[in-house]
């Protein structure tokens, strides 16, 4: 059985930092491009950051510069360390794995970000 289970959301305040981990099992990660998404209220759901294989990422406009999504295979873990946060990163964070065959989805994990 798959499951990735993300963890590290939680109420920061504006210019604050969060980390989240997203855990895989069932999977190896290693064959698996791995990705941040993030949907919030009233708005559609996004990509925040994407981890290829073979190391390329790709992160939407908005927070390149800030975020930084990792890997550490060993640990069957993807990071995604968010820095200088805004309240318009407010939003529930979901960990996806995908092949060209499947995906794979976390439960997510809220970020609050407000003063």
């Known amino acids: 059985q798959v499951q990735l289970v993300e963890s590290g959301g939680g109420l920061v305040q504006p210019g604050g930092s969060l980390r989240l981990s997203c855990t895989a099992s069932?999977?190896?990660?290693?064959?698996?491009?791995m990705g941040w998404y993030r949907q919030a209220p009233g708005k559609q759901r996004e990509l925040v950051a994407r981890?290829?294989?073979?190391?390329?990422?790709n992160y939407t406009d908005s927070v390149k510069g800030r975020f930084t999504i990792s890997r550490d295979n060993a640990k069957s873990t993807v990071y995604l360390q968010m820095n200088s946060l805004k309240p318009e990163d407010t939003a529930v964070y979901y960990c996806?794995?995908?092949?060209?065959?499947?995906?794979?989805w976390g439960q997510g994990t809220q970020v609050t970000v407000s003063s």
């Open positions: 069932g999977i190896i990660i290693d064959i698996y491009n």
């Open positions: 996806r794995a995908d092949s060209l065959w499947y995906a794979y």
């Open positions: 981890l290829t294989t073979t190391g390329s990422t």
